[in-house]
């Protein structure tokens, strides 16, 4: 990676490419690996498919490299091309639609312990707060009706603003702003015994 | 901004998407309204709260991901080869250093043309500053541009009455406008020259011909070409054979650089002739010119000088051989002429064979 990728835009990065730049392409596939993948992993949550979505979105850009136009932002875009794949895994899988938050992985672990994952353990009373809470996030989230989990999932963790999504999913930017609002509501329910420990860590 | 507006905002509050002005509407209601604060608190400690932690990516994602973008460009489909290709040209095209670069040659090439098109006369305004010609040097020998305005018109003037060269009539008056034109078209820069040749050597009478032909020709040298036939008559027969042919001059390129120079050589020959009315009527048409004014006004100083004392004289008598005006637009109008420039002009003047010819439109003039 050299020095002037790692400044540049996703766009630019994009422009480079195009004109035959690998390392610019590298480049973004480092910026977008993590998002991409926790991204599809919270849509289908299914591992294993979440990987193959990843590769196939990056797989997609390489091959629509030349529909790309300037004037959109590559997060959209890309995002878009995930948020399709991601549809089209549910309906071919749609035994897996239902899995619960604690299906398990190739090596036993649940999703919940995957996310602690390398990280240093907190100690004490506060780590075990902390796991529980990233469960509970995880698992209201993955309770979420699709519709409002497509709109949350593309907001919060793919930044895409509202009258992106709208774009993307064809559906009316109000419309989309609701989804949200009831996601969130939803949301606050499910984690209002956290909300305190949540603004006691702040 | 009251609840219900808030509402329809809250969620562009929450993820930064208004406006400087709105934010600063929800914000100031949010400050007195406490059903809207209670809202909003929840929503972002909500916002706050359920942030996902990132899983890492499996191991091997990165270079999952690029072994399969090595493949998929070599096995690209030529349509997308293609279209890859048109847009790398296409964001080239669109570059603002080449469309300047495209103007600049557009500029350039413009210019070319217009320089290219300069007037006929052009290399002809060195001649007039100066006064006399000052040789084929000032008159562009390398253009090569084929000159339309004469095309078909011989002469524009009669050329018939014109009296041949003594040692040259045979070939000056037997060649015929038909036989010239061809040889003008193809080779006008080489006759010029060959003309030019002559002259310098003295050659006048052939220098006088080859002129002859270039100026009947069309070509675009074809009024300088006049001048120097006029020139060469003048060294090589005298003055009342070039008269006549700086009058035709005249007449002919009237409104010209060319037809000036003309008519202040023609004004030169007659005074030297002795036709002082006639060598006046040229001087105040050059005396409207500026770059003849001074010395137009001083040569008809000496010639009223010169008419005072010949009227003095008591062999004057009615009667003058300076009967007719030049054939150019500012004619002076016809005076009583006397013997005594009559008998001027033959001592002055150089024998020709023949009379001094009068074009028809100074005849008109006449007495």
Same mark, same amino acid.
């Given at each position: ?76 875009? &890309?995002?878009?091309?995930?948020? $399709? ?5 549910? =309906?071919? !899988?749609?035994? @897996?639609?239902?899995?619960? +938050? ?43 009706p699709e519709d409002q989990r497509e709109v949350f999932l593309l ?12 774009? &993307?999913?064809?559906?009316?930017? $109000? ?5 949200? =609002?009831? !996601?969130?509501? @939803?949301?606050?329910?499910? +984690? ?11 | ?181 061809p040889r003008a078209k193809t080779t006008g820069g080489q006759a ?176």
């Amino acid at each position: 990676m050299t020095e002037g990728h790692a400044e540049s835009s996703d766009e630019m990065l994009m422009v480079r490419y195009k004109r035959g730049d690998r390392d610019a392409f590298a480049e973004l596939v480092r910026r977008y690996q993590r998002p991409l993948f926790n991204f599809s992993l919270r849509y289908v949550r299914n591992r294993e498919a979440a990987q193959e979505i990843a590769q196939d979105a990056f797989l997609r850009v390489v091959k629509r490299s030349a529909d790309f136009k300037h004037e959109s932002r590559f997060s959209t875009w &890309i995002f878009a091309i995930t948020r $399709n794949l991601c549809i089209d895994e549910l =309906r071919k !899988a749609k035994h @897996r639609v239902h899995s619960s +938050l604690d299906e398990t992985s190739t090596n036993g672990q649940s999703l919940g312990e995957k996310i602690d994952g390398g990280k240093p353990a907190l100690d004490g009373e506060q780590g075990a707060s902390n796991n529980e809470l990233r469960g509970g996030i995880l698992k209201a989230v993955d309770s979420l009706p699709e519709d409002q989990r497509e709109v949350f999932l593309l907001r919060q963790m793919g930044g895409v603003p509202f009258a992106e999504i709208a774009r &993307i999913t064809g559906t009316p930017e $109000n419309t989309v702003k609701s989804r949200m =609002r009831y !996601a969130l509501e @939803r949301l606050q329910k499910e +984690l209002r015994e956290y909300e305190e420990y949540a603004r006691a860590l702040r | 901004m009251d609840c219900e507006k808030f509402d329809t905002v809250t969620m562009d509050l929450l993820y930064g998407e208004l406006d400087e002005l709105s934010e600063a509407a929800a914000l100031r209601h949010l400050h007195h309204c406490t059903r809207c604060r209670d809202i909003w608190g929840h929503l972002r400690t909500t916002r706050e709260l359920s942030e996902i932690p990132l899983e890492e990516p499996p191991s091997g994602l990165f270079e999952n991901i690029m072994a399969q973008e090595a493949h998929a460009k070599k096995t690209l489909p030529f349509r997308e080869r293609a279209s890859r290709v048109i847009s790398i040209m296409a964001e080239y095209a669109m570059r603002p250093q080449l469309a300047m670069a495209a103007l600049l040659l557009l500029m350039i090439g413009s210019s070319l043309v217009f320089v290219r098109t300069d007037p006929q006369n052009g290399g002809q305004v060195l001649v007039t500053e100066l006064g006399t010609p000052h040789g084929e040097n000032t008159l562009r020998p390398d253009s090569r541009q084929e000159a339309m305005v004469f095309e078909g018109n011989p002469a524009g003037v009669p050329r018939g009455g014109m009296p041949a060269e003594p040692n040259d009539g045979a070939k000056g008056a037997g060649t015929s406008d038909e036989d010239r034109n061809p040889r003008a078209k193809t080779t006008g820069g080489q006759a010029y020259s060959e003309a030019m040749a002559a002259y310098q050597e003295g050659r006048y009478a052939e220098a006088e011909r080859l002129f002859s032909e270039v100026a009947s020709s069309g070509d675009e040298r074809a009024a300088s070409a006049a001048l120097h036939e006029g020139h060469a008559a003048r060294n090589g027969s005298g003055c009342q054979r070039a008269a006549a042919l700086y009058d035709s001059v005249a007449a002919r390129y009237t409104g010209g650089t060319v037809s000036d120079e003309a008519s202040w050589h023609a004004a030169s020959c007659y005074r030297a002739m002795g036709q002082l009315k006639r060598a006046a009527a040229h001087y105040n048409h050059l005396k409207e010119r500026a770059a003849y004014a001074t010395r137009a006004l001083k040569a008809l100083e000496e010639i009223e000088a010169q008419l005072s004392v010949a009227a003095k004289e008591p062999a004057a008598s009615a009667g003058s051989a300076d009967a007719e005006a030049p054939a150019t637009s500012s004619n002076v109008g016809a005076s009583p002429k006397t013997d005594s420039e009559k008998a001027a002009g033959e001592s002055a003047g150089q024998p020709a064979p023949g009379t001094v010819p009068n074009s028809p439109a100074a005849e008109a003039g006449s007495d």
